[in-house]
């Protein structure tokens, strides 16, 4: 996996919870309202209740996707690890390339 592979998939994954976060009809409000109002055993409750645990997991998915997005630096992607198991690091310096050329 590539860094611009992860980084594609992960803002496909964003987009798609920010799409759907979107979609959700209600207001939290209202949903937090009949929560702490309507019966328990109410179809009202329940439906409150599901659409508000809907609301917190798709906003919980698109905070999780989106700091993954922020910390596709700190990663060590399959390439840069297999050349590491190989002993194959890449020449990044002049200081490095130097050391090569004269051991």
Same mark, same amino acid.
């Given at each position: 996996?590539s860094r611009?592979?992860?980084?594609?998939?992960?803002? !496909?994954?964003?987009?798609?919870? $920010?799409? *759907? &976060?979107?979609? !959700?009809?209600?207001?939290?409000? &209202?949903d937090?309202?009949? =929560?702490?109002?309507a019966? +328990? @055993?109410?179809?009202?409750? #329940?439906?409150?209740?599901? +659409?508000?645990a809907? #609301? #917190?997991?798709v906003?919980? *998915?698109?905070? @999780?996707l +989106? *700091?993954? =997005?922020?910390? &596709?630096?700190?990663? @060590?992607?399959y390439?840069? %690890?297999? !050349?590491? !198991?190989l002993?194959l $690091?890449?020449?990044? $310096?002049? @200081?490095? &390339?130097?050391?090569l %050329?004269?051991?």
């Open positions: 996996v611009q592979n992860e980084a594609a998939a992960l803002q !496909l994954g964003h987009d798609a919870v $920010t799409s *759907a &976060l979107g979609k !959700l009809r209600g207001d939290v409000q &209202l937090l309202a009949s =929560l702490a109002e019966p +328990r @055993e109410s179809v009202g409750y #329940r439906c409150a209740a599901v +659409r508000y809907e #609301r #917190r997991a906003s919980a *998915a698109a905070n @999780e +989106r *700091a993954a =997005l922020g910390s &596709l630096d700190g990663l @060590e992607y390439q840069e %690890r297999r !050349l590491r !198991l002993n $690091t890449p020449v990044e $310096t002049e @200081e490095e &390339l130097e050391a %050329r004269s051991a």
